[in-house]
């Protein structure tokens, strides 16, 4: 079995989702890119989490190709592969059915940037897409074209896609963004919640990427 170490993070990465309620029963997708490799490590279609191996994940390349793997990957592995492609530096992919932030999908409404948290894992709001079937012939274009240069985008009437350099950073980004989005309802409840303005979503960004915790000169900021 190639690349077992990714397979398990994979594998190990996609039964977090449930437990952080951004999915439930076979939802979503976790996707991977070995940097040496560019092979694509991906959850398989349709089946529950918590019955797969790291056997059970797909290991394609790039484009798609199957390399080891015996089970049908991903539906969407078009789009997954097509994040990859266009921003090289990601290596990291998840995509969930988070409540929250869904709804704003169900609404066409971008998610603005309402925490220092979520500044700091974004830096920009979250924009999203016009419904889109995976047998659209936008669907493995749009998104990312619509994601630009950030780090996540909402499918609409479906769910939120968030990528990272690696694995670990998309998770955050996903579980940061459903509690960004679950904190801007219950704001709501309260009053008008203000978002945070272009500046200071840019500027909290920059010093948690690149100031911010234990650094070490062989640290790499996310761009």
């Not at 994601?147 to 990528?163: K, Y």
């Not at 100031?211 to 000169?217: A, E």
């Amino acid at each position: 079995m190639i690349l077992e170490e990714l397979r398990n993070d994979v594998l190990a990465t996609a039964n977090l989702l449930p437990k952080y309620g951004l999915v439930w029963m076979a939802g979503g997708t976790v996707c991977a890119r070995d940097p040496k490799t560019g092979y694509v490590i991906v959850t398989p279609s349709g089946m529950p989490y918590e019955k797969l191996t790291p056997e059970d994940m797909i290991v394609t390349d790039i484009d798609m190709k199957p390399v080891e793997g015996r089970h049908r990957a991903s539906v969407a592995l078009n789009l997954w592969t097509a994040f990859f492609k266009a921003r090289p530096e990601l290596n990291g992919l998840v995509h969930t059915h988070s409540p929250h932030a869904t709804a704003f999908s169900v609404v066409k409404q971008q998610i603005p940037i309402i925490t220092e948290t979520m500044a700091d894992w974004f830096g920009q709001p979250i924009p999203v897409t016009p419904y889109l079937s995976v047998e659209d012939a936008r669907f493995p274009t749009l998104p990312v074209e619509v994601m630009g240069s950030g780090f996540a985008v909402l499918l609409g009437q479906h769910g939120p896609i968030t990528v990272g350099k690696n694995l670990a950073h998309a998770l955050e980004r996903a579980v940061t963004l459903e509690e960004a989005a679950r904190t801007y309802f219950i704001a709501k409840g309260i009053g008008t919640p203000q978002p945070l303005s272009e500046s200071q979503a840019r500027d909290s960004f920059d010093y948690y990427h690149n100031r911010y915790g234990q650094r070490t000169k062989a640290a790499a900021p996310e761009k």
